[in-house]
């Protein structure tokens, strides 16, 4: 069976330190990985894309690495704040039914929270 | 700034009957989606739009629920007749597809909350 997994368990981290969540996924073979961040009561936000044949991206304090044979991908947030708790979702690039083009279809989430 | 709305926000209404749901894209973009989330499911696809006709809504269930964008600044979900079981919040979101790495751009969401 397809499956898209996330840690349901919150993540606990101090301020300061590295957080690291994990995406893994099975029987699929996405185009593109993303990532979102979302907060209690709004929509999700977009963070970062990496490519199938991208190993890693960065943005400011955040890192994405993508490995295709292990199926995984992990999210790292550097010196973590508290102000970066929230759910943080993947989302894996996989094609329509219909052919043609690749939409996000998402993992259930894993809150991370930063502790001052 | 520019932000997909919806409305409305909240709504409560009781079995059997119909629920709509509006959603405003980002103007000019071209891809708008509905999304269900649930504790237990996550976030589930309904409906996918690309240049206002629907490409995909395999995850929406048929018999009850209707997606349909009328122009390119109105999105709608519907549900007829509701049941509890459709208690959710309920996500559109729009996008320019793959030119900006089909980056979604969601809403704040509609809770809804059949009785």
């Known amino acids: 069976s397809q499956k898209i997994e996330q840690n349901s368990e919150a993540l606990n981290i101090q301020e300061g330190k590295t957080a690291t969540l994990t995406c893994n996924y099975t029987?699929?073979?996405?185009?593109?990985l993303q990532w979102y961040r979302q907060d209690p009561g709004r929509g999700p936000v977009f963070l970062l894309l990496i490519r199938e044949n991208e190993k890693e991206k960065r943005k400011e304090r955040l890192k994405v690495t993508f490995d295709t044979t292990l199926k995984q991908s992990l999210f790292h947030i550097t010196a973590s704040q508290p102000a970066d708790s929230a759910t943080y979702l993947c989302a894996l690039g996989l094609p329509l039914k219909s052919g043609g083009s690749y939409i996000p279809t998402f993992g259930r989430g894993t809150s991370l929270i930063v502790h001052p | 700034d520019a932000r997909v709305t919806q409305t409305p926000r909240h709504k409560v209404t009781e079995m059997g009957q119909e629920v709509t749901m509006r959603c405003q894209p980002i103007?000019?973009?071209?891809?708008v989606f509905w999304y269900r989330q649930t504790m237990m499911q996550g976030l589930e696809l309904l409906a996918y739009f690309r240049n206002r006709a629907p490409l995909d809504d395999s995850g929406m269930p048929k018999d009850r629920f209707s997606a349909e964008m009328p122009d390119a600044t109105l999105a709608t979900l519907k549900i007829q007749p509701s049941e509890p079981r459709d208690s959710a919040v309920y996500f559109c979101?729009?996008?320019?597809?793959?030119?900006?790495?089909?980056?979604?751009?969601f809403g704040p969401g509609t809770r809804l909350t059949v009785l």
């Open positions: 029987n699929y073979s996405p185009a593109y």
């Open positions: 103007l000019g973009h071209n891809t």
């Open positions: 979101a729009s996008g320019l597809g793959l030119r900006s790495n089909n980056e979604q751009f």
